[in-house]
C-alpha cells in the first residue's frame, strides 16, 4: 500500500519571495506526517527553484551546460529540501533526502531514467524518502529540470502506487465558476476551466497536473492543506483524479 | 577513457581530528583536477565519516535502523562532499555531487545496487560526479556504510574504467622493509606485508583495497598527493595494481 504525496512549492514555500519557507505550513504538514509510513513524499520547488530557473532559462526541456546554473538551481532546491527533511525529522518521520541530481537523468530524446531500489527499499525499511525538483543531467543538452509534478508520475508508475496526492495551493481543481470539481475523469470534461497558475512555474500549471494525473493508474487527489489530514485518512479530500 | 579516481579520506581531510578538512591539500588535488573530463571521483570519509559510523556500530554489515545515527553519518559525509566539490567548483572543474544515500542501496544479501546511468551522462556532458563512502539503505538491516574503497570498484566496474587511481596518505603499497612496490599482480606477494591502516577505519585497511583493486579489469594505482599529477598525466606512480 505504497503512498506517493506530493507538496507543492506554493504549500511550503512563500512563492512569490525568494527562497522563504512557509514555515508554519511546513511544521503542519511535517506533524500531520510524522507517523506515516509506506510513503514516498515529493516536493517542488516553490520560491526556490522557479526563479532561478527561470533566470537561467532552463525548463524541462531547454537544457544548459552552465555549471553555474545549474549548481545554483540544484543548491536552492538542496536547502528547500534540507528544510523539508530537518522539519519531518523533527516532528518524528523517519524521512531521508533523496536528490534528484545523484540518481535520475534523461537521455537525448529527454525519457527520464529514476531508479527506485533505494526507494522501495527505503519503505520498506520504515523510512521516508524526500524527493525534489531539481536539475537532472540530459544527453546532449547538458541539464534539465526534472519538476515535482514529473517525479510523482514517474514515482508512482515505478513504485506502483496505491494512492497519489498532491497537496496544492488551492483546495482542488476549480470549475468556471471557482467551486471545486469533485472528480474529474477525462481531460475534455476541465480543458475549458482549466488556466495557468499566476507566479512564475517553468515546470507547468494545473492543467499539465490533471493531465499527467489522468494517465496514471492510482487515484490521484489535488487538495490543499486543509486535506491533508483527509487524504492521509484514506478519504477523498479536493478534486478525485481517475 | 573513463577514469576513476579516489582521493582518500586521510588525504582530503586531517584524520585524528574530528571534521576536520585538510584545506591546503584539497585546493592542491582540486586544481591538478581543475581541467580533468571523463573522470569519476570518489572520496572518503576520513574524520567526517569513520568516527561518527564506529560511534554507533555501523559498517559495512552491521547496519542500523537508527534514523538519527544514519542522519548523522550522511550529514558528515554531506559536509565533507560540500567541501571537496566547492574546492573543486572553485578551481574551474564542472563537478557535481552524487549522493550514494540518494542513488544506491543493498539487497539482503548485502549486494550492492548502483545506478550509472546519470554518472556515466554526467561525463558525457562534460561534467565531474563527485561521489562518497556514506550510509545506504540495506534490505533488512536498515542502512550500512558505503566505504568509497567499494564506490571504486564498483564503479570501475560498471563504467568499465580504463584507469583507476587510489590517492592515499602513503606513496603506494610498502613492503616489509617501508619500501614502496613499484607492482602487485598477485596478493599471496605481499600478503605479508599488509597491515591495517592505523586510525579508525571502519571500511578496511590497505589489504582490502589491494585485494579489491586486484579483482578489477583496469590497471589500478595506488599513491600519494605528490603522484597525482604523474597519475592524470598517465604515468605510473607509487604501486601499480593489475
Known amino acids: 500500500m505504497t503512498t506517493v504525496l ?10 512569490n519571495d525568494p527562497e522563504t519557507v512557509a514555515e508554519e505550513t511546513l511544521r ?24 532561478h530557473a527561470a533566470e537561467y532559462g532552463v525548463s524541462t526541456t531547454d537544457g544548459t551546460g552552465d555549471t553555474e546554473a545549474i549548481r545554483i538551481i540544484h543548491g536552492a532546491m538542496h536547502r528547500l529540501n534540507t528544510a523539508v527533511v530537518d522539519a519531518l525529522a523533527e516532528a518524528g518521520s523517519p524521512a531521508f533526502p533523496i536528490h ?13 531514467s529514476l531508479p527506485t531500489d533505494q526507494i522501495s527499499r527505503m519503505n520498506r525499511e520504515g523510512f521516508v524518502p524526500v524527493l525534489h525538483g531539481d536539475v537532472v ?19 508512482a508508475t515505478a513504485l506502483d502506487a496505491d494512492r497519489v496526492g498532491v ?14 470539481i469533485d472528480h474529474i475523469d477525462t481531460f475534455d470534461d476541465v480543458a475549458d476551466a482549466l488556466g495557468e497558475s499566476e507566479a512564475t512555474d517553468v515546470t507547468g500549471g494545473m492543467a499539465a497536473k490533471v ?24 478519504k477523498n479530500p479536493g478534486t478525485r483524479i481517475d
Do not use: M, Q, W
Open 6 to 15: 506530493k507538496l507543492g512549492g506554493s504549500v511550503i514555500t512563500d512563492k
Open 28 to 51: 503542519r504538514a511535517a506533524s500531520l506526517l510524522a507517523e506515516e509510513e509506506d510513503i514516498v513524499l515529493v516536493h517542488g520547488g516553490g520560491s526556490f527553484g522557479h526563479h
Open 100 to 112: 534528484p541530481l545523484s540518481a535520475a537523468s534523461r537521455d537525448a530524446d529527454g525519457e527520464l
Open 137 to 155: 543531467v540530459h544527453e546532449g543538452a547538458g541539464a534539465t529540470i526534472l519538476s515535482g509534478d514529473e517525479l510523482v508520475v514517474a514515482l
Open 167 to 180: 497537496c496544492s495551493a488551492v483546495p482542488g481543481v476549480y470549475d468556471a465558476d471557482k467551486n471545486v
Open 211 to 234: 493531465r499527467e494525473l489522468l494517465a496514471l493508474d492510482a487515484p490521484a487527489y489535488i487538495f490543499d492543506i486543509d486535506g491533508l489530514d483527509a487524504f492521509l485518512a484514506d
